[in-house]
């Protein structure tokens, strides 16, 4: 197995201890099944699984104390990538500095939009150029499609600008336009949940999982504007998902990524689908590549990021959000397996037990390394990417 070096060597650490905040997901059950025995005190451990909020700036957490061989699951000011508005303020940055190369068309992968109620006269503005365009408004501090809906008239926008303006404390909002020719499957929209390794922002680090998943919405599309308040139709959220009566619990609306590219190869062939494969690993390295300066790099940290995907019916993909705590509970055989392995490859590749000793897998279990230091690594010599190609020794 080819490998390189890490930036630095850690001690072979053997009778590891891990904290976590997370017990009702696999991670926990993963890092017992490695007979790594779990503390409960403030430092003394060696790897801390945590939420985002056990972390946060309120939480009083203090980077600046851990010892050398600690490791956390998350990196100071990750929601410069994490957060809605923060995202796209970041991407929209990295785009402006690229004019002047005539490369702005790099970051053509997300869909224009505006930061509510800070932009909003620049949004009325846009909203009054386009009639007609359907537009689809998210709050920046809500996960699981909750607060989530579709708009074509600007008095939704006035109405919900009331109802914030009444708040002491308007919540943000980001409005974007809606991506209406998605690429259906069986009639239903989906999007991609693909999974992204950082192990290090300074120098740039990352894997990119080969399993993954499609979420289907469980009614058919349509672009019938009379549906438009038809969130079973539009999102394809789980937790959105389980309250419809169609909502399928053998499959959780869920479809490996694998099938999925044996889908796509069968109608669109090899150079259409290496392309889509191609440019969505183009997404995952250009997002990290706009945040890299505003997050806070430290050694002690790694990030298990959920990028959520959505492919139109040209086959461009379209970075819809990345997510810090990707959710790692499971409800069918499949999510298990998948989740179970994903975990057990993150943990093999942070090392906390030092086995690697110093090195730098090109591949790892499930995970390929796509980007070192200043450029991207290809780990297949034709392959443009491994997102949906056989993991060795799984089925």
């Not at 419809?244 to 796509?264: A, F, H, R």
């Not at 993909?317 to 397996?337: C, F, G, K, M, R």
């Not at 790892?364 to 997102?387: K, N, R, Y």
Request: proline letters at 5%; a positive charge.
């Amino acid at each position: 197995m080819e490998s390189r070096r890490r930036p630095a060597v850690p001690m072979r650490l053997t009778n590891v201890r891990f904290k976590t905040t997370m017990h009702n997901c696999v991670a926990f059950k993963v890092m017992l099944a490695r007979a790594w025995v779990e503390v409960f005190e403030e430092s003394d451990w060696d790897i801390f699984w945590a939420d985002v909020h056990s972390l946060g700036v309120d939480s009083g957490f203090d980077h600046s104390k851990l010892l050398d061989t600690q490791k956390l699951n998350h990196f100071p000011r990750h929601y410069e990538l994490t957060r809605k508005d923060l995202m796209v303020k970041n991407l929209k940055r990295a785009k402006k500095l690229l004019e002047k190369e005539g490369r702005a068309s790099d970051y053509d992968f997300f869909p224009q939009t505006y930061v509510l109620p800070l932009e909003h006269g620049i949004f009325v503005e846009e909203f009054r150029r386009n009639p007609g365009v359907t537009w689809i408004m998210k709050p920046c501090g809500r996960a699981q499609g909750r607060g989530i809906f579709l708009l074509d008239k600007l008095s939704q926008v006035s109405g919900w600008r009331k109802q914030t303006d009444e708040k002491e404390k308007p919540e943000t909002y980001v409005v974007s336009r809606y991506l209406d020719q998605p690429l259906l499957l069986g009639g239903r929209k989906f999007d991609l949940r693909i999974y992204v390794l950082v192990l290090s922002y300074v120098p740039l680090i990352v894997y990119l999982h080969r399993s993954g998943f499609c979420r289907f919405s469980s009614s058919r599309y349509t672009t019938d504007k009379a549906n438009m308040k038809n969130l079973y139709m539009h999102l394809t959220n789980v937790a959105i998902q389980k309250k419809n009566d169609k909502y399928d619990e053998n499959t959780g609306m869920k479809w490996p990524i694998s099938k999925l590219k044996q889908y796509l190869l069968s109608k669109y062939g090899l150079a259409a689908t290496s392309k889509l494969f191609g440019d969505i690993q183009l997404v995952v390295t250009r997002s990290l590549l706009a945040v890299q300066q505003v997050v806070t790099q430290d050694k002690h940290c790694f990030e298990l990021y959920g990028y959520d995907i959505l492919v139109d019916e040209a086959l461009k993909p379209w970075l819809i959000e990345v997510n810090a705590s990707p959710s790692l509970s499971t409800d069918t055989t499949a999510d298990h397996q998948l989740k179970w392995g994903l975990v057990e490859d993150a943990l093999g590749l942070v090392d906390v037990e030092g086995k690697l000793e110093g090195q730098l897998p090109i591949s790892f279990g499930g995970f390929d390394l796509i980007w070192e230091g200043c450029a991207p690594v290809q780990p297949h010599p034709t392959l443009p990417s491994m997102l949906g190609t056989h993991i060795p020794g799984r089925r």
